[in-house]
């Protein structure tokens, strides 16, 4: 092993707002102290519950992608395992995602967002209601 994961970094324009809508998601700390970083103005952390750090990092410029727009494709998405797509739907709208594309009539187990500074992610349901954490999403989105 070369290297150990410290964490994802997120550009946007407001960090406290991403990181805040992150902890809405996914809970854990926003801007815990860690000895691996400083945190300065331009920056925000989430510790998330289950472990993984998120951190946001202030971009002047910063140009969201747009979900479905090949001159400003998404460069990743996130995908988190939820019990409820429904119940788990509603609470990130009312957290600030915005639905990019609901599934309706697919039947499929995964409907795409976008986090308030534009980033794409999805809201997966694994198998029987289970939140299968880790897991890819069976596509590409």
Known sequence: MIAELQCVVL????PARLAGF???????????????????DGWATLHTAAGPVLAFQRVADHRP??????????????????????????QAVAAGAVVLDDGAGTGRPWRIYADPAGH???????GNGEAAVGQASPRSA
Not at 120 to 126: A, D, R, Y
């Open 11 to 14: 550009d946007c324009a407001d």
């Open 22 to 40: 992150y902890h809405c998601l996914l809970g854990g700390e926003v801007d815990r102290p860690d000895r691996r970083w400083a945190l300065g």
């Open 65 to 90: 992608p747009q979900w479905g727009d090949p001159a400003h494709p998404q460069q990743f998405h996130l995908d988190f395992g939820v019990p409820d797509l429904d119940a788990a739907q509603t």
């Open 120 to 126: 794409p992610f999805c809201l997966v349901q694994h």
